[in-house]
């Protein structure tokens, strides 16, 4: 039996800060059972989006909308059998007297608590775009039939997703956008590889390879960072998420054997970067690379890494402290790698 796809409108209803939410909870055979969501519903017959949104706002709420953005398509896959391309809309000017809604329970939260209550993993993904104000929008959303989600697709091209982890560090079971993941401070995994190499010279001290971020990076644009490290997507394995994160950023490529594990790292901040405060929760699997490269086969990818540098162990854990490197480094983490280095001089 094929999937059955329909069309729809979704509204978002805005005052004073607040959504106007509809919490789903009469019908029974209903995808959204018990979710809360905007308003809206399927076209009926030769429907514009317009035309189907006025209707049903008027239907499900008694308002009239006088002003409307429409922001982007959904193409919502529910993974058992439904299929829906929702037409997204928000609203900031309507008239008229409010009405009982008869599928479910209407009621204006905080913007902010919304993410709080039981959503669509991947309506978190939408609205983090709205209020980004991201232009008109594609985007996919595929869950697996038990509510969750198991890949996003913004324009077209795949988003990240990353396994959300409980305090103890195992898998949760919730899937979680990258954006929305750090918008959130949900915790996370992550690789980070240090790469070392002993210095010229009689003393033969560690040096250790740093890279500078690109300006365009969603953090910490242009600071001194870890040689190579990047988020784990769901499913991944952090070694095969180090090998990849080595290539895609230095172009460089190594064998599992050349990785030296030197434990788990747990660091979290907040910052604001490009307008928005972003929240960092990680639990990083740290490994340090004693394998030596040809310079020449460094190939910096642009929109991660704009350039690297050799420094002294100890300087760099000396300007680290003062505050004199700007860096994003973990200064545990990076006294981490000073202690394996001990063990291997």
């Excluded at 008027?58 to 002003?67: A, K, N, Q």
């Excluded at 959904?74 to 599928?103: K, N, Q, R, W």
């Excluded at 038990?146 to 077209?156: D, Q, R």
């Excluded at 599992?256 to 990680?282: C, I, M, T, W």
Aim: one cysteine or more; hydrophobic letters at 35%.
């Amino acid at each position: 039996m094929g999937n059955c796809a329909a069309l729809s409108t979704l509204c978002y209803m805005e005052k004073d800060g607040k959504y106007l939410m509809l919490h789903r909870t009469v019908k029974k055979n209903d995808v959204n059972k018990d979710k809360w969501i905007g308003v809206g519903g399927h076209f009926e017959a030769d429907e514009s989006p317009e035309e189907c949104l006025l209707r049903e706002v008027r239907e499900e709420t008694g308002y009239r909308l006088t002003s409307w953005r429409f922001r982007g398509i959904v193409t919502f896959v529910s993974g058992d059998g439904v299929t829906e391309y929702m037409h997204l809309f928000t609203a900031d000017g309507f008239e008229g007297e409010p009405i009982a809604c008869d599928e479910g329970q209407l009621e204006w939260v905080d913007i902010g608590q919304v993410w709080k209550l039981n959503i669509w993993e991947g309506d978190k993904i939408f609205f983090r775009l709205i209020d980004e104000d991201v232009p008109f929008f594609s985007l996919k959303l595929v869950y697996n039939g038990s509510g969750g989600l198991v890949s996003a697709a913004l324009n077209g091209e795949a988003m990240e997703l990353f396994d959300i982890l409980r305090e103890d560090g195992t898998k949760s079971g919730l899937v979680r956008e990258r954006g929305v993941a750090h918008r959130d401070g949900s915790l996370h995994e992550t690789v980070h590889t240090w790469i070392v190499r002993k210095a010229a010279g009689e003393d033969r001290r560690w040096e250790v390879l740093l890279q500078k971020r690109s300006a365009i990076k969603d953090s910490n644009p242009g600071c001194y960072d870890i040689s190579s490290a990047g988020h784990l997507s769901s499913g991944d394995i952090p070694l095969e998420g180090a090998l990849r994160e080595l290539k895609e950023e230095l172009g460089l490529t190594a064998e599992r054997e050349d990785f030296h594990y030197v434990g788990k790292h747990r660091g979290s901040y907040q910052a604001p970067f490009h307008g928005r405060l972003f929240r960092d929760n990680e639990l990083s699997n740290v490994y340090v690379l004693t394998k030596h490269f040809d310079e020449r086969e460094l190939s910096l990818q642009e929109s991660e890494v704009e350039s690297v540098l050799w420094m002294d162990y100890e300087t760099c854990r000396r300007r680290i402290h003062e505050g004199t490197l700007p860096n994003c480094i973990y200064e545990d983490e990076f006294d981490m790698v000073g202690d394996y280095l001990k063990t291997i001089t």
